[in-house]
């Protein structure tokens, strides 16, 4: 069974760029789950993507954006990157979008912005 | 909107100390309970969680944690440490109601176990 991926390891960007991350969720989840990890902070939550429809958003702005794919696998999408942005991304798949699905995590993507 | 707090931000214990890292969350509501953990250079994995039934749940490698609901507060413990438990361990809620599967963590408290 192979688990959650994620595709950059390591992103460096400058300012006013854009980027893309992805995921690629465990076997049989249909549920990916993107967060912000800033340093020395808990993961916050950006946004959830149930059967290829955003179903639940945190507290970013719409140049944070997603897609999920048929085959659930997921890209999260930043506009207009900010030195904000600096920080590891984490993608959590799930086997559905109920809370009593347990998460599991991706190693992370760390985009670093210039 | 659900907050957790984690009031430990880095705790050192020698081997063989006895743990507790303290977690509040503000809801309330029906939660369910998280402690995620991330060893160095590792992803973040889950340790143990509460949905209801016994308020004392066990989780992987000795772990414990106890929900107390009067005091809204999922505190971790583990009898004795180990130099590998080293690591940095977030605790994380999300509500039953309208929340879906969203993780509210905390801060985090990074733990150093020394030999």
């Known amino acids: 069974e192979t688990g959650v991926t994620q595709s950059p390891t390591h992103l460096i960007k400058t300012r006013g760029q854009q980027v893309t991350l992805r995921c690629s969720s465990q076997s049989g989840h249909n549920t990916v789950s993107w967060y912000q990890q800033a340093l020395g902070q808990g993961p916050q939550f950006i946004f959830q993507?149930?059967?290829?429809?955003?179903?639940g958003r945190g507290n970013f702005p719409p140049r944070f954006s997603g897609l999920q794919f048929p085959n659930y696998s997921s890209e999260l999408n930043v506009n207009a990157l900010e030195l904000d942005d600096s920080a590891l991304y984490l993608c959590?798949?799930?086997?559905?979008?109920?809370?009593?699905?347990?998460?599991?995590f991706g190693p992370g993507t760390r985009l670093t912005v210039t | 909107a659900q907050s957790v707090s984690q009031h430990n931000h880095h705790v050192i214990l020698s081997e063989a100390a006895s743990l507790e890292l303290g977690c509040n969350y503000s809801y309330g509501g029906t939660v369910n309970l998280f402690w995620y953990v991330q060893y160095p250079g590792q992803h973040l994995q889950l340790l143990l969680k509460?949905?209801?039934?016994?308020?004392l749940v066990k989780g992987i490698k000795g772990f414990e944690a106890e929900f107390i609901k009067s005091k809204f507060s999922f505190n971790l413990r583990k009898p004795s440490v180990q130099w590998s438990d080293t690591a940095e361990y977030f605790c994380?809620?999300?509500?039953?109601?309208?929340?879906?599967?969203?993780?509210?963590f905390g801060t985090g408290t990074q733990l150093k176990v020394e030999l």
């Open positions: 993507y149930y059967r290829e429809e955003e179903n």
């Open positions: 994380a809620v999300n509500v039953l109601t309208g929340g879906g599967n969203k993780l509210t």
């Open positions: 509460y949905f209801s039934g016994d308020p």
């Open positions: 959590a798949s799930s086997l559905g979008d109920r809370a009593s699905y347990e998460q599991y």
